[in-house]
T-cell receptor, first 113, second 116 residues
């Protein structure tokens, strides 16, 4: 089945530093989404990408939908303590998997004040 | 923004009990809702797709008789874990997608199920 490889698995950074994480796939995805999950809560949508090459920002967050449609990255600039959490990439493909989300393994972000 | 409400947030019950979890889309209609299961420090795994007015579609390896799904209205889907056992303990999360156009999935806050 479809899989998303997300890296890095975890990051330990100082407040103020920039962060970059990415997801790759062996198959094409039609939509790329980035979510953040805090402990004991459901994922919250950060950015949704619908077109190959699309670059979208949401405050300090920027994400891009790769031209090949097989990858996406998320950047966080000037990190702050509340950025701590688990970040997941997710994608949807077409065909029989239409609408279903495939999730990456997640990136655990720790920000030291 | 799109809000999905999930209830209860936490359940602790004895082995053999059946547990019902509700998922509601509060400010939009959702013909499709999704149920996920998440183990500690792991990603979300799709269990089933809930379709309003029709049978749910289960992912491979998920027992449909164990995890009963009902999607009787455009704003409510329920997941019933029947005769729950300790190995069913997990974090269950639902999501819903606005029926209008291409919209991303929005998630509920999850239900922590603990079977003693």
């Amino acid at each position: 089945g479809q899989q998303l490889n997300q890296s890095p698995q975890s990051m330990f950074i100082q407040e103020g530093e920039d962060v970059s994480m990415n997801c790759t796939s062996s198959s094409i995805f039609n939509t790329w989404l980035w979510y953040k999950q805090d402990p004991g809560e459901g994922p919250v949508l950060l950015i949704a990408l619908y077109k190959a090459g699309e670059l979208t920002s949401n405050g300090r967050l920027t994400a891009q939908f790769g031209i090949t449609r097989k990858d996406s990255f998320l950047n966080i600039s000037a990190s702050i303590p509340s950025d701590v959490g688990i970040y997941f990439c997710a994608g949807t493909a077409g065909g029989t998997s239409y609408g279903k989300l495939t999730f990456g393994q997640g990136t655990i972000l720790t920000v030291h004040p | 923004g799109a809000v999905v409400s999930q209830h209860p947030s936490r359940v602790i019950c004895k082995s053999g009990t059946s547990v019902k979890i509700e998922c509601r889309s509060l400010d939009f209609q959702a013909t499709t809702m999704f149920w996920y299961r998440q183990f500690p420090k792991q990603s979300l795994m799709l269990m089933a797709t809930s379709n309003e007015g029709s049978k749910a579609t289960y992912e491979q390896g998920v027992e449909k008789d164990k995890f009963l799904i009902n999607h009787a209205s455009l704003t409510l889907s329920t997941l019933t874990v029947t005769s729950a056992h300790p190995e069913d303990s997990s974090f269950y999360i639902c999501s819903a997608r606005d029926s209008r156009g291409a919209q991303p999935q929005h998630f509920g806050d999850g239900t922590r199920l603990s079977i003693l």
